[in-house]
């Protein structure tokens, strides 16, 4: 059964970071591509980051900002979020596709101005 639980939310500053982390288990970890999506109030999930085998994709928004990370070990996954800005105010969630789209409950980051 696979499942993905996200930690490391919170409230924080503008210019402030946070480190997102999402365990992952019930499924081969490291063969499969996993992501960071997230979702702003009234506005639908977007991809945030994602990350495969020897290569990294990030949204335009967090490009210099954000770092996408895997450790296969310990089947995580971590988003490092720097620079913060009130726009990047959102419930992220972590994601795979494995026998169909599986997502974590999600974490809450808020970022005040």
């Known amino acids: 059964q696979v499942q993905l639980v996200e930690s490391g939310g919170g409230l924080v500053q503008t210019g402030e970071s946070l480190r997102l982390s999402c365990a992952a288990s019930?499924?081969?970890?490291?063969?499969?591509?996993m992501g960071w999506y997230r979702q702003a109030p009234g506005k639908g999930r977007e991809l945030v980051a994602d990350?495969?085998?020897?290569?990294?994709n990030y949204a335009d928004s967090v490009k210099g900002r954000f770092t996408i990370s895997r450790d296969n070990a310990r089947s995580m996954i971590y988003l490092q979020m720097n620079s913060l800005k009130p726009e990047d105010t959102a419930v992220y969630y972590c994601?795979?596709?494995?026998?169909?789209?599986?997502w974590g409950k999600g974490t809450l980051v808020t970022v005040s101005s």
């Open positions: 994601y795979t596709r494995v026998d169909g789209d599986y």
């Open positions: 019930g499924f081969k970890f490291s063969i499969y591509r």
């Open positions: 990350i495969d085998a020897g290569w990294t």
